[in-house]
């Protein structure tokens, strides 16, 4: 993605980085309120719930910039892909996989995405896969096997061992939503489409959530529940995504891409302090070769002015 014209002016790129910044609190610190919030709401009702209250904030934002309009007949595969697969799909492994695993944990396995945008370009877009992104893809892979330590790890604990399937399958459901994107030719803004794609992921979510786990009285409705789902819906998925299509369009690409790689980092340090989880030598080890295969991959040098 380009950068603007108003991101050469020194207010608008500091705003944007302090936008940058916002963004990745919310989400590094949402991994341990996802948790918390668990204890009390059911996994398909704590991601419907998320994705309508973002949605229907998106839609007032767009109501008051008078932006409020149906997607183009040409951009509703994007939505229905976004919406489906990154949002519903996504947060349904990830919600049923938190029960099981710890928070920081699992914000390293979702943050693995570039690990397979990367093959997933050469093989679907034609995109070039040289030897940096290679040997990025080779320590990321590396570093997972060190994370999950398969000598020590308890491959009979079902829950245990899906949970951490569901994490990178999850990571997998995103990466297949960015090649879609990378694809598609866009004749709405992302942010014009941002409230419906939300809605889009709600409503399966939603009945899903009926079907299996029972009514909302199924729901703890307490102080903490209440406040998880103002946190997780209006912030980390409204604000967050408004924030994030932002950034992306003040700050270049680069820049941005690998910014987000600190949301694991967040979401480490803040399980650690709010939920007193304590990363084992080989989950920080295998998080750190990870970090560096994801710069690889993401990094993309300079060409030479002409």
């Known amino acids: 993605m380009t950068v603007s014209s108003a991101a050469s002016e020194p207010g608008d790129r500091r705003g944007a980085f302090i936008l940058l910044g916002t963004i990745i609190l919310v989400w590094g610190i ?18 419907g719930l998320r994705l309508l209250l973002g949605s229907t904030a998106l839609f007032l934002v767009a109501a008051f910039r ?36 710890p928070a920081g944990r699992s914000a390293v396995l979702c943050y693995t995405t570039p690990l397979w945008v990367a093959p997933g370009g050469a093989l679907f877009l034609g995109e070039k896969l040289n030897r940096r992104k290679l040997a990025g893809l080779a320590l990321g892979l590396v570093g997972l096997l060190i994370l999950f330590e398969p000598g020590s790890f308890d491959w009979s604990n079902r829950p245990l061992l899906l949970g ?3 994490l990178l399958g999850a990571a997998l459901l995103w990466a297949v939503t960015i090649l ?8 709405s803004s992302a942010l014009d489409l941002a409230p419906w794609q939300q809605l889009t992921g709600a409503l399966p979510l939603l009945a899903v959530a009926l079907l299996t786990e029972g009514g909302p009285d199924v729901i703890d409705w307490k102080w903490s529940s209440l406040l998880v789902l103002a946190y997780n819906g209006p912030i980390a998925s409204g604000f967050a995504f408004w924030a994030a299509v932002a950034v992306t369009r003040r700050l270049p690409a680069l820049t941005t891409s690998l910014a987000f790689l600190a949301v694991p980092v967040m979401g480490l340090t803040a399980s650690a302090v709010a939920l007193g989880e304590h990363p084992q030598p080989a989950l920080l080890g295998g998080f750190l070769l990870i970090l560096i295969g994801l710069v690889l991959v993401e990094y993309k040098p300079r060409k030479p002015a002409a």
């Open 66 to 101: 008078r932006r409020l309009t149906l997607p183009a007949l040409a951009d509703w595969p994007v939505v229905a892909s976004v919406g489906l697969v990154q949002m519903a799909g996504f947060l349904a492994l990830v919600n049923v996989a938190l029960l099981h695993v």
């Open 180 to 187: 879609h994107i990378r694809g598609h030719r866009w004749h």
């Open 30 to 47: 949402n991994w341990p309120v996802m948790k918390v919030g668990l204890g009390s709401i059911p996994p398909f009702w704590f991601g």
């Open 164 to 166: 951490n399937a569901f």
